[in-house]
């Protein structure tokens, strides 16, 4: 698909694309053409290719039989008669009540339903128009609709115009077999009776072009966006309500930084002491006393590797998908652009994920680098893409286009296994020949026993606090994008900008939790800081699946098993992704921490 629109003559013929029906009610899309209900294609017309994004959020788009010619109006025309049995019936009548809505294209535009402000002084359109009204117990299917094509006409060519909005105004309207209804305006609507065995189902259409200069050619798609406009006031509070949460962190880390560390390292440098804690002076205490344990290797050390290396290809995905998006150059014109860009990312930052993970293993003073490459490669990554397998079935049983075709999954394991591993395992390659991260202290051959800690020190509470902190920062831009994802399904996520300086206080506040967090767990001399730290910045992500529980039952209105649990599973894939992100930010934080603050002291 093109990510814009082209220039028209007079009498040219513009191509209307149907692509699918979708609903707020389920998370079960349905290709058009695959209804039982709707007027089949003609031989000669075709599917069109689609991307990778586009074929993953359900898009199926096709040609389509109406014939729309340029500056033509058409008051009305047959399109055709389908005799429809008790399992069309059936369908159509489940489909409208589950508020399904019909989404076409017109020149790269969603077919728009219209709204007007309260105050009627501005309109704004949602994509989409819905199938049909379900009243007492009926369903009425809309059988007639109503095309108004604005245009305008292009300036750097003359005699063409520009089409600069596409209304569908849909009508359920009964009239008889094989021809166009009598009267648009107030008719009888089309009832589906489930009773009978058959019914046809007449479908017909008319097509008004109307001049709009009101419209710029360069701002049409801005009337999608309109009716979120008045939010921008709620994301201004939400990143002034995190900026302030973040300052407050800030200040705590300086406090600790500046004058508490500051003091503690040069009390301690101006005594002598050796190896042996029998060497220090009495008044030593806390993270001075663990010098030579702090940095022993942690248990399941090649694990721990390959989820940071995993972290970083995550957060180099995010970041840059951010960065795209808030750039403006994924338009909602490009469809699928988000996912499309999201996954090739993810593939090619195979190379730091296996980069980081590599100097990290070696670190740990593990030797067997392919293992370790091969491991990041296929954990994170194979889990994933299993667990996406296996719900695809799920959508496969229901019949549903979000379903993942036989061939994009080959070409999902292609990219995983033929341009994600070698470039893990190239990147590891790179980051084994790299010198290893000697620690600043010397580790002693005896581990120190770790004494009791207090009940505010446990990896559930640290967690539990460590998490609550960036979630209540991010919890009202995290509304907008549910409500993007699961219920405005025919509106469109725009806010890239304020998600972006979201994205960026959240890892600050990340960061400087971490510091904080590793400080008192070393001053309790608990050395055992790597798994831990890793942990706690993950915390926020088990906040985040709570409140998609909580957004489940209070929020939404999903229909069926199938739903609910597809809506479960992605939210829990968010999560991971979301939670490998912080934690490795948190992780990489306070290596640099503990790092920095022993590389000051002196040691024998």
Sequence with gaps: MPSS?????????????????????????????????????SPDVKRVGLNLGEILRGDRISGSDYNIVMGKDVECERLCDVEVDAAGIDQASALIRNSYVVEWILDNLPGATTYESIDKSRKYYAAGFKLGSYENDVAYINNHVTMIIRYRPDENNAGKNLIVAFEVYPKSVRTMAGQCPKKINNPKPLALDASNEKTTIPYSYSVYFKEDLGIKYSERWDLYFLNSSNSDHIHWLAIINSLVIASFLTVVVAIIMLRTLSRDIQSYNQDTHGEDDKDLPEDISGWKLVHGDVFRPPVHKGVLASLIGAGVQMFVMAFSVLVIAALGLLSPSYRGGFLSFALFLFAFAGVFSGYFSSRLYKSFKGEKWIKNALRTAMLVPGILLGYVVALNFLSWSQSSSSAIPFGTLVVLVAMWLLILVPLVVIGGWLGF????????????????????????????????????????AILIELLFILKSVWQDKTGYYYMYGFLGLTFCILIVMVVEISIVTTYFQLCAEDYNWWWRSFLVGTGSAFWIFCYSIWYYFTKLNLSG????????????IGCVVYGLCTGTVSFLAAYEFVHRIYLAVKTD
């Design 5 to 41: 629109g082209k220039s028209y003559a007079e009498g040219e013929i513009i191509p209307l694309m149907v692509n699918k029906v979708s609903s707020d009610s389920t998370q079960l899309p349905y290709a058009y053409y695959d209804l039982k209900f709707v007027c089949p294609p």
């Design 433 to 472: 020949k790299r010198p290893a991260i000697e620690p600043p202290t010397r580790i002693k051959q005896i581990a120190r026993q770790i004494p009791p800690t207090p009940w505010y020190m446990n990896l559930k509470f640290a967690m539990f606090i460590g998490g609550l902190i960036p979630f209540a």
């Design 561 to 572: 098993f199938v739903s609910g649990l597809l809506f479960f599973s992605y939210s829990l």
